[in-house]
C-alpha cells in the first residue's frame, strides 16, 4: 500500500484513523508496463486496481477491435465492476496505457478489509458513487450531444487527459474513426 492511496482513503474519509501499518498487507503495490494486460475479457476478475501513477483503461473486443469504454488516472480505481462483485468471468479487459505503479486489491481481501474496518465501506462506497456518476454522465453525453461536441467537452474538461491518450484509444472512446477524429482535432484548433 502506498502512502499516496492512504491519504486518498483520508481525504474522503477524514475520520478513518487505522494507521497505514495495519491494512497496507491487504493490498499489493506493482509497477506495470505500457500494454501490459491485466484483466482479460472471460478471465475470472478477482482484482481491483488504484492507479498510483500512469493511466489504466477498460475495453472489450469486437471483431478484433478494442472498444475503449473508461480511463483510470491517479487516484483513481477501475476494475470490471460487472463481474468483480461475484468472480464471475469478465466482460472487459484491462490494459496499460502508459508505463504505471499501481497498487490492487482482491476480492478476497477487499471482502476481508471491509469486514475488519467497516468505514473502509464508506470510501469505497464514495469512489463507487463517483464512478457511477461519471458513468452516467458519459452516457447522457453522448445521448444529448454531437461527436464533435462531445469532443470539444472532453478537451475542455480533461485538457492533461487528451494529451496523454493516443489517438487510437481515443477514437474508439468515442466511438468514431481515425478520420473523423482527425476532422474534430482540426476543428478544435481553428
Known amino acids: 500500500m502506498t502512502e499516496q492511496l492512504y491519504k486518498h482513503i483520508q481525504k474522503l474519509v477524514p475520520v478513518f484513523a487505522t494507521g497505514q501499518e495495519k491494512i497496507a498487507s491487504f493490498f499489493q503495490t506493482k509497477q506495470v508496463k505500457k500494454g501490459e494486460l491485466l484483466l482479460h475479457e472471460n478471465e475470472i476478475c478477482n482484482t481491483i486496481y488504484f492507479v498510483n501513477e500512469g493511466c489504466l483503461y477498460l475495453f472489450y473486443d469486437d471483431n478484433e477491435e478494442k472498444q475503449v469504454v473508461h480511463f483510470a488516472l491517479e487516484n483513481w480505481w477501475i476494475t470490471d465492476y460487472k463481474t468483480f462483485p461475484d ?104
Open 87 to 190: 468472480g464471475r468471468p469478465a466482460v472487459y479487459s484491462i490494459a496499460a496505457m502508459e508505463d504505471s505503479e499501481i497498487t490492487m486489491i482482491s476480492r478476497k481481501n477487499y471482502e476481508t478489509l471491509l469486514l475488519q474496518y467497516p468505514l473502509l465501506a464508506l470510501y469505497f462506497n464514495k469512489i463507487h458513487e463517483r464512478a457511477y456518476g461519471a458513468a452516467l454522465l458519459k452516457q447522457k453525453t453522448f445521448a444529448t450531444v454531437s461527436k464533435k461536441d462531445f469532443y470539444c467537452y472532453f478537451r475542455d474538461t480533461y485538457p492533461e487527459l487528451i494529451q496523454r491518450i493516443p489517438d487510437t484509444i481515443f477514437a474508439s472512446y468515442m466511438g468514431v474513426s481515425m478520420k473523423d477524429l482527425k476532422t474534430y482535432q482540426d476543428l478544435y484548433v481553428s
